[in-house]
């Protein structure tokens, strides 16, 4: 049995190096920031993601040329947003979405470079854990009893042959 | 195939952990879905593998009423289970991605009520072998007529998307061609690949399991019949 835990252990932490590899990579590339830090952190760590509904009536700018001026919204919290980069296909009024940027203390805006759809990180864990957790245990549990049934037959002598029947060769 | 067990388990880790490596890490966001489409990495080869097991099952139940091997009949006992298990998973993981892709949990759309009748199915043949009978032979016989009648259910889940207009998308891999990026379709392989090889894996180990209860059960049966027969001759 000491092998069989062992064997399993390794799947363990195989899974845990695993769960960090994706923890480290949203903590970089996904994380968002909330509206009312944003002043703060985004002078010191340079560029960073925020999330916000995009306010009625205050979209305006040349989209097809990827230009815009807007208000993201979070709560009570809001951001005057200045866009510059590739025309974007998904900023209409009212939609929730990520801007990648930097603040302009002196303007007082967010200069966002690049937009991003809301990551929804917390349902692709979530269906990645339903996937593998249950398997995983089903898989553990049926292997184990296998090894008990194993043992339960090899000690209780039950895997002695059974007696010859008395069947006439003649 | 009990000399392969170990292959299929360790092929099984090694594709899972490269698709998910692939899926999770290095393979880029979809324009239109962003990080959600990482679900369908579990979610359509979890669905596959349910179809394939189903398939096995299928397959087995056949052989079974022709040939009436015990073996045979374990095997379709063990695969029922484990197909029903892929078959919530799957249905679990399609719910996880339409609440922020369609904005609900569930809708009653074809493919998705096709695929919880397959659910229902199985549940009904694993009760019948769990509480119906008591005689193997008939449990066995009843079971696999079961499981051949609810085959009928595989090609409505197939074709669902193209017999009826759903929301579910259509098959993005066809006889008619590849229909996403590489990018997307190498850890989509790779997750398919590994549970299907997974499930290969699960398949061996219940089958086995299921042969050594019931050998164990028949084995203490007989010792006791034993015992009672030298305690009355004493």
């Not at chain 2, 339409?98 to 998705?112: G, M, V």
Request: charged share 15%; aromatic share 12%.
């Amino acid at each position: 049995m000491t092998g069989f835990y062992v064997r399993w252990f390794g799947v363990f932490i195989l899974s845990m190096v695993f769960v960090f590899l994706v923890d480290q990579r949203y903590t970089h590339t996904l994380k968002t920031i909330p509206l009312k830090t944003v002043r703060i952190q985004s002078g010191s760590h340079g560029s960073v993601r925020i999330m916000g509904m995009v306010k009625s009536g205050s979209l305006h700018g040349n989209l097809e040329e990827g230009r815009a001026a807007f208000e993201l919204v979070d709560g009570a919290e809001a951001v005057r947003i200045l866009y510059n980069g590739l025309p974007p296909e998904n900023l209409r009024e009212l939609k929730t979405v990520v801007m990648i940027g930097r603040w302009d203390s002196e303007a007082r805006v967010f200069r966002a470079h690049e937009m991003g759809l809301v990551p929804h990180f917390g349902f692709v864990a979530s269906a990645y854990v339903v996937a593998f957790l249950p398997i995983m245990v089903v898989i553990f549990f049926m292997s184990r009893k296998v090894m008990l049934l194993f043992q339960e037959i090899k000690q209780s002598k039950l895997y002695e042959p059974e007696a010859p029947s008395h069947v006439d060769k003649g | 195939m009990q000399r392969f067990k170990g292959w299929f388990g360790g092929g099984a880790v090694l594709c899972l952990m490269a698709g998910g490596y692939t899926g999770l890490l290095t393979s880029p966001p979809d324009y239109y879905q962003g990080e959600i489409v990482r679900i369908m990495y579990v979610h359509v080869p979890l669905a596959h593998t349910a179809l394939f097991s189903y398939s096995v099952l299928f397959g087995g139940s056949l052989w079974y009423l022709w040939k009436h091997e015990p073996f045979i009949d374990n095997m379709c006992h063990a695969a029922a289970g484990i197909s029903a298990l892929f078959t919530l998973l799957a249905l679990i993981t399609g719910s996880i991605w339409a609440k922020p892709t369609w904005n609900t949990w569930w809708t009653w759309d074809p493919r998705l009520v096709s695929f919880a009748v397959l659910l229902l199915i199985l549940g009904g043949y694993l009760m019948l072998r769990t509480f119906l009978i008591d005689d193997p032979e008939k449990e066995g016989r009843y079971a696999a007529v079961v499981a051949i009648i609810g085959f009928i259910d595989l090609p409505i889940v197939h074709f669902s998307v193209e017999w009826w207009r759903t929301l579910h998308q259509p098959q993005s891999i066809s006889t008619r061609g590849v229909a996403i990026s590489d990018d997307l379709l190498l850890p989509l392989m790779l997750m398919s690949i590994g549970f299907t090889l997974l499930f290969v894996y699960m398949l061996i180990i219940r089958t086995q399991l299921l042969y050594l209860t019931s050998l164990l059960h028949a084995k203490k049966g007989r010792l006791l019949s034993h015992v009672h027969l030298s305690q009355a001759g004493s």
